[in-house]
Each structure stands twice: as structure tokens, then as C-alpha cells.
């Protein structure tokens, strides 16, 4: 039997600076609708956590675009035949 599993996503255009070299460049950032409902929950934006995951790479936070969702299904059984096969 084959068991998916359906997760809500949501991307975010990110324009960033890298404290290290002070180069600016472009990224993506994908989070799950569950991620930002728990930031959300402790009183946390959506901008606020995306900072937050790149200042903890080094990053400072330039722009953030609007969010772009999407629904993922994942294979469950394939995915633990890769990770029992690993």
C-alpha cells in the first residue's frame, strides 16, 4: 500500500548580504505553512524568522519577496526505502 503525505510550502525571494565578505546576492528560502504558524504562535513574523535563520548563517536580511505557496505530496514508502537502503 502507498502512504503520501501532503505538506503546504511557501517560498520567499530573500535578498541578502554576507557579513564575512559584504557581497550581496539573491536566495530562496522554503519554509512549511507549519514552521510560520509556530513562529507565529510565539508572537513571530514571517520576516522576524527568516532573519533569524540567516543571521544565524552570517547573513544580514536585505528584502524579502512575497511569499509563493505550493503543496509538496511526499512518498512515504519510497522515502524510507532510500533512507533503510542509506
Same mark, same amino acid.
Given at each position: 500500500m502507498k502512504t503520501y503525505e501532503s505538506i503546504q510550502l511557501r517560498a520567499f525571494d530573500v535578498r541578502i548580504r554576507d557579513e564575512r565578505t559584504g557581497e550581496a546576492s539573491e536566495d530562496v528560502i522554503v519554509l512549511t505553512k507549519q514552521q510560520l504558524q509556530a513562529a507565529q504562535i510565539v #508572537?513571530? *513574523? *514571517?520576516?522576524?524568522?527568516?532573519?533569524?535563520?540567516y543571521g544565524r548563517? #552570517?547573513?544580514?536580511?536585505?528584502?524579502? #519577496?512575497k511569499a509563493v505557496k505550493r503543496e509538496a505530496a511526499l512518498d512515504l514508502d519510497r522515502l524510507y526505502s532510500e533512507a533503510v537502503s542509506d
Open positions: #508572537g513571530q *513574523s *514571517s520576516k522576524e524568522l527568516i532573519c533569524r535563520y548563517a #552570517g547573513y544580514t536580511v536585505l528584502d524579502i #519577496g
